[in-house]
C-alpha cells in the first residue's frame, strides 16, 4: 500500500537556526498538503501544493513539491519557539487523506 | 463558522468495555474521517464516511467500527477494549481535495 515517510523523525534545533523536514511517497501523489500539530493539540492545515516543482512561501516558510510529484518538502527558515511542534505531510486526496509519518521540531531559545 | 466538534474531550474506560466517540463536520461537509494518535506517534487512518456510508477503512480490527447519520455526524465505536487502544482519537472532515479541518480529539484512556 502506499507509504508516505517523513524524515527526520525528529529534530531538535537552536532557536534562529533553519529546519527542514522532507516527505518521500512510494507513488505519484496526486497533491501534497502540509499540516502543523501543537503539543497536546490537532493537526492545523498549512499549506496545499498541487503543481508538479510547485514553491510556495509563507513568511519563513517555504513550501516545495517535487518535478516526480513524489517528495516534497518544508523548510523553515530562522526558526522560533513558536514553530515547536509536528509537521505532518498527507496526500490530500478524498478516499483516506493519506498522512506522512511527521516530524518533530523541537526549538531551544 | 463553527468548527469540527468531537465529544467527549475525555474518556476514561476499563478494558473489555466499549467505547463511543462522536463528531460534529464542519457545515456543508459530507465527509468524516477518523484517525487514531497514540502517543508521540504518527496519525494511523481508520475510517473514512462520506454520505452516510462507509467508504473505506484502515488497518483496524473489526471491533473497531463506526457510522455517519443523516446529517453528516458521525459515531466511533471501538468493542472489547484492550490497553493499547489508548490514544487520541481524532476526527476530520472536508470537500473533494480541499483541506481538512480537524477537531480537538478524545482522548481514549483504557485502564
Known amino acids: 500500500g502506499q507509504q508516505v515517510m517523513q524524515i527526520p523523525q525528529y529534530q531538535h534545533v537552536q532557536e534562529g537556526e533553519d529546519f527542514t523536514t522532507y516527505c518521500n511517497s512510494s507513488?505519484?501523489?496526486?497533491?501534497i498538503q502540509w499540516y502543523k500539530q501543537r503539543p497536546g493539540g490537532h493537526p492545523v492545515f498549512l499549506i496545499q501544493l498541487v503543481k508538479s516543482g510547485e514553491v510556495k512561501k509563507q513568511k519563513r516558510l517555504t513550501f516545495q513539491f517535487g518535478e516526480a510529484k513524489k517528495n516534497s518538502s518544508l523548510h523553515i527558515t530562522a526558526t522560533q519557539t513558536t514553530d515547536v511542534g509536528t509537521y505532518f505531510c498527507?496526500?490530500?486526496?478524498?478516499?483516506?487523506?493519506?498522512f506522512g509519518t511527521g516530524t518533530r521540531l523541537l526549538v531551544s531559545p | 463558522e463553527a468548527g469540527v466538534t468531537q465529544s467527549p474531550t475525555h474518556l476514561i474506560k476499563t478494558r473489555g468495555q466499549q467505547a463511543t466517540l462522536r463528531c460534529s463536520p464542519i457545515?456543508?461537509?459530507?465527509?468524516v474521517y477518523w484517525y487514531q494518535q497514540a502517543l508521540g506517534l504518527g496519525l494511523q487512518f481508520l475510517l473514512w464516511?462520506?454520505?452516510?456510508?462507509?467508504?473505506n477503512r484502515g488497518n483496524f480490527p473489526p471491533r473497531f467500527s463506526g457510522r455517519q447519520f443523516p446529517n453528516y455526524s458521525s459515531e466511533l465505536n471501538v468493542n472489547a477494549l484492550e490497553l493499547e487502544d489508548s490514544a487520541l482519537y481524532l476526527c476530520?472532515?472536508?470537500?473533494?481535495?480541499?483541506?481538512?479541518?480537524f477537531g480537538q480529539g478524545t482522548r481514549l484512556t483504557v485502564v
Open positions: 498527507a496526500e490530500g486526496g478524498f478516499q483516506k487523506l493519506v
Open positions: 507513488t505519484t501523489l496526486s497533491n
Open positions: 476530520a472532515s472536508k470537500t473533494s481535495l480541499l483541506k481538512a479541518f
Open positions: 464516511y462520506d454520505e452516510g456510508e462507509e467508504r
Open positions: 457545515s456543508g461537509h459530507t465527509s
